[in-house]
């Protein structure tokens, strides 16, 4: 089964009463992480931290460097280089401390499948190390049935295993969660009821990273989002900040009603053309010359100006690390 380092109970017991953290330290802080494959960087030199309370995504494409982010935070791989802290320890040399108050879920959950998901839920309990106050709630909410669960995971669907997967990750009701694509799988309606136990994570003042390469995902459930690609960190930024950044998107129709053609000083903001009309996307401060231009050299017989959706300030962000030298 491969859930993360959670040995069996260390010296810091159950998630009551023990060692007390100072409450300006980061919850999740990587400073300067690398990890190498042999030749291949999978992460390259990443810093990123996270507060109490945050629910913080790290989106980007495949092959971008996201699981192996959330592998060096579980301490399952050591890194090449930098630093990892989770609750002010190291995933890796003080894994049993932490297992208590860390909850994971893995992108690929590998179960024994002759395990019923009772049976395996108490498993991951118990090397997790702590009570699971929550696990009946969890199932019912995620309508894990008692039947269910005294089946075998082999016969489980793609979604009850994910399902299983998240009550594990939340049962011990941990301070830091860590979630490597915690939506595949799950229908609309187990997804809103994923949303609202975010919701419920951070209201409680409990912290999660998120990754994704979902958009809307990362959209309605994230305060912060990192966007990372090849292995380097694009940027870090509010989701408010990426709405605030969001292109605009200018519809003219022309009036000589002719289609396609070239727009002179209008061509550098990438013309897509629909019969007559025709659609620019525009950065929003380029927004008052752009229209200024349009105006004095086209035809305009109709303008319209709106913002641009999330996707595409993300994918400006891509197309800009794209650029870089
Ligand atoms: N065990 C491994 N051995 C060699 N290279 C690896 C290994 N795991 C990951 N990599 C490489 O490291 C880079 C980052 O991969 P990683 O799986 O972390 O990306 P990801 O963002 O999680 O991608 P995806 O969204 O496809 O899951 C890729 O170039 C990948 O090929």
Redesign the pocket.
């Known amino acids: 089964m491969s859930l993360g380092r959670f040995g069996p109970v260390g010296e810091s017991g159950s998630r009551h009463g023990r060692w007390a953290m100072p409450s300006s330290t980061p919850m999740i802080e990587l400073r300067s992480l690398t990890k190498r ?2 030749a ?1 960087v ?1 992460i390259d030199r990443l810093d990123v931290t996270v507060a109490a309370g945050e629910v913080f995504g790290l989106l ?1 494409p ?7 982010t959330l592998r060096c935070l579980v301490g399952l791989l050591q890194p090449s280089e930098g630093q990892v802290r989770v609750l002010g320890l190291d995933p890796v040399a003080d894994h049993r401390r932490l297992a208590p108050k860390f909850g994971y879920l893995p ?1 690929e959950l590998r179960l024994y499948p002759e395990l019923t998901g009772q049976q395996t839920l108490d498993l991951l309990a118990a090397l997790q190390g702590a009570p699971v106050p929550r696990q009946r709630e969890l199932c019912d909410r995620l309508a894990l049935t008692r039947a269910d669960l005294a089946r075998a995971v082999g016969e489980y669907s793609r979604g009850m295993k994910q399902k299983l997967g998240l009550v594990q990750s939340l049962q011990h009701r941990p301070e830091v969660v860590v979630l490597d694509e915690p939506t595949e799988g799950l229908d609309p309606l187990v997804q809103e009821t994923f949303f609202e136990l975010l919701a419920e994570e951070t209201a409680a003042g409990r912290t999660v990273l998120l ?1 994704s ?1 979902v958009l809307p995902e990362v959209q309605r459930a994230c305060g912060r989002v990192a966007i990372v690609r090849q ?1 380097r960190l694009v940027t870090v930024r509010s989701v408010a900040e990426l709405r605030g950044a969001r292109a605009r998107r200018v519809r003219l129709v022309l009036a000589d009603g002719r289609g396609a053609r070239p727009l002179g000083a209008a061509e550098r903001w990438s013309p897509r053309w629909d019969g007559p009309r025709v659609e620019l996307l525009v950065p929003p401060d380029e927004l008052v010359p752009a229209v200024r231009t349009m105006l004095a050299e086209l035809p305009v017989a109709d303008l319209t100006v709106e913002e641009a959706g999330l996707d595409e300030a993300f994918l400006d962000l891509y197309r800009n690390s794209e650029e870089r030298p």
Do not use: E, F, M
């Open positions: 494959y042999g291949t999978g980007g495949n092959g971008a460097g996201k699981t192996t992108g990754s390469h292995g």
